[in-house]
């Protein structure tokens, strides 16, 4: 790949859109501000992004 990408992106390319579906896989106590707080980055970076196609291709934009 030539660029990162962010977890996020790649949990709403597997198709978890929504950000609390895929901070109860990522987190499953949402109680832990720590581990959520270490996620704010991805989780804003991918906030405009809510179709799956869309991620995937972004991440087909980034690994070419």
Known sequence: M????????LFRALGYVSD??????????LGDIELIEL??????EAE???EVD??????????N
């Open 2 to 9: 030539k660029d990162e990408i962010s977890l996020v992106l």
């Open 20 to 29: 609390k579906e895929i901070l109860e896989i990522i987190c499953p106590d």
């Open 39 to 44: 996620l704010r980055p991805s989780l804003e």
């Open 54 to 63: 869309v991620a995937l291709d972004l991440i087909a934009k980034r690994t």
């Open 48 to 50: 405009c992004i809510n």
